[in-house]
């Protein structure tokens, strides 16, 4: 884990330099290199390696997807959307430049993630690159992270059934857990099948990370998670864990990560990296 | 013109369905679908038209263009930005929906329009698609549009030089015209030489026409423009009109677009659609 952190965190470093107009640069760095366990990038970069592909020709697309990330976060801070101040134990985006700053960075990651595809893959062909491409504006768009953030937002204040839940899980967070496992899977190149077995191990990792985020919103301190908690509460948003209860909650990161390993062993995935984040997340859903 | 402002209509309102969650889709369409002189994809489906390309092949991108420009417009007019309630003569997307959601509309189509692209453009390469897109995240990005943007809102309440102004100038407007002639070149399959020449025009096009929209900000009305005006003196921005003044800005727009109709006859290349965008440029910066 620790040697594809820094190989994650100097690849980034690289990717944005600062130029002019550099308060934008300096914007979108201090949000990407704000550290956090670089989770999505990893999963891309050993799912390649995985399926026999070259780590160094899957780090642009690892790299465009923390990069998608970070947006997501930089404009959920915002003002008129979570409002949070801080974020990995540092301020805000907004807070520490300007909203309309945090806006435009947030806009411009979005098309430099891609830039940085098209311009550091090469080693890739144009039909690989476009595949990821392709994954990439699935997961940013209206069918992937920004379909669950509207559905979050709507359900805010009100009783929303398990169903809706299960939307907003899938597409705000599982989507880009199964967008890293499979640009993994087609930097390496592997068939259709595989993809699809990737995808549904992207979805019940991400849907139990999730579910362990909505735990540790209620059981942790600020200065565990280095951003405000209990805001889902003050929110009136549902969770899962207002929905169904804490230890509810904690059986069904059980059981999903362990139809993961039923995934990984069925298929014979082996991956001590990946079964470490399995653990690590089975771990903090611990009630 | 009309026609291509028909097709391109048709096209925009095919491309961007609704569908769950309902709220982004009518969003997203809102300002999609709110009218305009759609110039950007018009100039790019009759450059790929000049060079003996499909225009059909072209529409993809064409609309990605304006879904992109529509974008620009739904972000600059929040709160945190340009702070405007109306654009077209309607409610800005933000008035007519909800700040958090016309955050997440702009999002939304910076990559939908990407993902168009890639799964409409049936006829075309993949090398052809990776041009076209790259071209986009490049005139999207901070290199473009939002490059000039940001340099924008530093210079709100400073006075600026020439230099800076032509910076903001050339990435926030003409970045865009310069992306629209280009994209219908790759789509026709131009050599990198006509590529220039088309970015040459572009660039002065654009120019012409921000400095027209500088001069309409003085001279016009609400009724003639759909949006507030005299908005650049009450900011502080600097515009053309402010650092030369309103008669030497006339002058430029003319210089600029003579210049342009000796590219066109130059390089041999007759358009009365694109005669016509230059003239109606014209006709409008006269004060």
Do not use: W
Request: with cysteine; hydrophobic share 40%.
């Amino acid at each position: 884990m620790k040697q594809y952190i820094d190989l994650i965190e100097k690849t980034l470093d690289e990717y944005i330099p600062v130029k002019y107009p550099e308060e934008i640069y300096e914007s979108m760095r201090y949000s990407v290199l704000a550290g956090g366990k670089r989770l999505r990038p990893t999963i891309c970069l050993e799912t390649c390696k995985i399926f026999g592909g070259n780590i160094e020709d899957a780090l642009p697309i690892a790299c465009a997807i923390e990069m998608l990330h970070v947006q997501s976060l930089i404009h959920d801070d915002l003002p008129c959307m979570d409002n949070d101040d801080y974020r990995r134990g540092k301020l805000s985006n907004h807070k520490a430049f300007s909203e309309s700053t945090a806006v435009l960075a947030g806009d411009a990651l979005i098309s430099y993630a891609i830039q940085t595809v098209i311009e550091k893959s090469k080693n890739l062909s144009s039909d690989k690159i476009l595949k990821l491409i392709e994954l990439y504006t699935k997961a940013a768009g209206v069918e992937g992270i920004i379909g669950g953030q509207v559905v979050d937002i709507q359900s805010e204040g009100k009783k929303i059934d398990g169903e809706a839940l299960e939307y907003i899980h899938t597409h705000k967070t599982a989507d880009m857990f199964r967008f890293a496992f499979k640009a993994g899977g087609v930097v390496a190149g592997v068939s259709e099948d595989i993809l699809n077995i990737l995808d549904e191990l992207g979805l019940k990792l991400g849907f139990a990370f999730q579910i362990c985020d909505d735990i540790l919103d209620e059981t942790s301190t600020f200065e565990e998670m280095g951003k405000t908690l209990g805001k889902d509460e003050a929110e009136e948003k549902s969770t899962y864990t207002r929905i169904y209860g804490l230890k509810n909650a904690e059986c069904k990161v059980n059981c999903l990560l362990d139809e993961c390993y039923d995934i990984l062993n069925k298929h014979n995935i082996k991956s001590e990296v990946i079964e470490n984040i399995i653990a690590s997340v089975k771990r903090k859903a611990k009630v």
